[in-house]
């Protein structure tokens, strides 16, 4: 009778071990998903269409929590989820594409390993522009080259495209700029410049077109678009030029494109979401293939639609290939990103 009663208990245990053992690790957890800007900002509007979604595409279902960390153009959240974040899958991050930059000029703020995170994927590429407030007498870029004054304009930090798109156009085209940096994010860059602080700023074109204020500003002839930074002009600003042809136009040296395309390829990661680095590879590929799913689920199209986005995502495999080569520059490129966006010596 002992015996019966003993293999009883030794079976119920057994299985409910194997039951326990065969459950999915994300079961009855959440996930945090880390934004390094502020509420209402592109990058944080798209984490919370993503973790809106994700969750259900990951085996377990866990349940998904969007944390603002804003400073520094994303620096501190990148430094949280390098160094802080356990590598256990249930915290991941939205940063900045180009703070590779920041690693690679040796900013000392810098404390994690571009080619180490954990590159889940991204939701859309983001080629940048550059607007003008219509009532400055700056109408083009020629204008700016050719000014007395350099127009301000507004930015978080080094790393970001209000920093080092400015910067760029400076070398290679010789339209000077005075940066205004330290804004925390967005919203209080858009303050900046309807209070006339700064009368110009660099962001993503995808950003641009979606959200306010910029559809107001578009309406009422606030602004005007300089410059482009994708390869072949964008179809909502067929006569905005590009720097591309800026540099053939006023003859940029070799040299000079190829450091462009070097600080340019961040619009190749667009809105990154990554992972601390260290996670075991099957919970990074559980991660990436949710996203993937995630980027074709019905749903979060017909969310991203209302909010006047579109998806063109890149998977983490590309993301990890695109950063790996963004931080393997040889050092005469890195000589001159230091010259350029300044390091710490």
Not at 25 to 46: A, E, H, R, S
Not at 229 to 254: F, Q, W
Not at 284 to 295: H, I, Y
């Amino acid at each position: 009778m002992k015996k019966g009663i003993l293999l009883g208990l030794l079976l119920y245990f057994l299985g409910s071990a194997i039951v326990h053992a065969q459950s999915p690790f994300f079961q009855g957890k959440t996930i945090n998903l880390i934004v390094g800007y502020q509420p209402g900002d592109g990058y944080d509007i798209w984490a919370r269409l993503l973790a809106a979604h994700l969750g259900k595409h990951i085996p377990g279902t866990p349940g998904m929590v969007v944390q603002n960390m804003p400073g520094a153009g994303s620096m501190i959240a990148a430094n949280y989820i390098y160094n802080v974040a356990k590598p256990d899958g249930l915290t991941l991050g939205a940063i900045g594409p180009s703070l590779y930059i920041d690693q690679l000029v040796g900013k000392k703020e810098v404390q994690f390993d571009w080619a180490k995170f954990g590159w889940v994927g991204s939701t859309e590429n983001t080629p940048w522009l550059l607007y003008m407030k219509t009532d400055t007498p700056y109408k083009s870029i020629e204008d700016v080259r050719k000014a007395a004054q350099a127009p301000k304009c507004s930015a978080t930090s080094s790393g970001t495209s209000g920093h080092f798109i400015p910067k760029l156009l400076e070398e290679a085209v010789g339209a000077k700029f005075n940066i205004v940096m330290g804004y925390k994010g967005g919203a209080e860059q858009d303050l900046a410049f309807e209070r006339g602080e700064v009368v110009c700023r660099s962001l993503s074109i995808p950003t641009f077109f979606a959200r306010e204020p910029f559809i107001t500003w578009r309406k009422k002839n606030t602004v005007r678009i300089l410059m482009q930074t994708g390869r072949k002009r964008d179809p909502r600003m067929p006569d905005v030029p590009t720097i591309h042809e800026l540099m053939s136009e006023y003859k940029t040296p070799a040299v000079i494109r190829s450091l462009v395309t070097v600080i340019l390829a961040g619009g190749d990661l667009g809105r990154p979401f990554i992972a601390p680095p260290g996670l075991p590879v099957d919970r990074l590929k559980t991660l990436r293939d949710a996203f993937q799913k995630t980027m074709t689920d019905p749903a979060f199209l017909a969310d991203v639609k209302t909010r006047k986005l579109a998806a063109d995502p890149d998977s983490g495999d590309q993301l990890e290939a695109i950063a790996k080569e963004a931080v393997s520059q040889p050092p005469e490129v890195v000589e001159r990103m230091k010259k350029l966006l300044g390091g710490d010596s």
